[in-house]
């Protein structure tokens, strides 16, 4: 099975900035769409953002749109996800995963979710 390494999340203020990194280990990310998802405590697991294989195609979650952007680097095994002007709301445990399609934020069936990385957005 694909299996992925979060990293990148931390603590930050309301309208700081963090880059999460997807980055992917013993076999190459270039065929696979992959995208973003995160769940906040005490809520459903909602998909955030997903990339195409090649690049060429992205989506967004309305409540990101213009804040966050997905990138990447396939020589890197990594796929990125630039987080801007970020808001309390946007706290929780971040996750990617391989998706249907680049252009639709959801995952594979059956995919076994990791460990994904904490973002905490507070003053």
């Known amino acids: 099975q694909l299996q992925f390494v979060e990293s990148g999340g931390g603590l930050v203020q309301p309208g700081g900035s963090l880059r999460l990194s997807c980055a992917a280990s013993?076999?190459?990310?270039?065929?696979?769409?992959i995208g973003w998802f995160r769940q906040a405590p005490g809520k459903e697991r909602e998909g955030v953002s997903c990339?195409?294989?090649?690049?060429?195609?992205?989506n967004y979650a309305d409540s990101v749109k213009g804040r966050f952007t997905i990138s990447r680097d396939n020589a890197k095994n990594t796929v990125y996800l630039q987080m801007n002007s970020l808001k309390v709301e946007d706290t929780g445990v971040y996750y990617c995963?391989?998706?249907?399609?680049?252009?639709?934020?959801?995952?594979?069936?059956?995919?076994?979710w990791g460990q994904g990385t904490q973002v905490t957005v507070s003053s």
């Open positions: 990339i195409s294989s090649t690049g060429d195609r992205t």
């Open positions: 995963a391989e998706v249907l399609k680049g252009s639709t934020i959801v995952a594979v069936p059956g995919w076994y």
């Open positions: 013993g076999f190459t990310l270039d065929w696979y769409a």
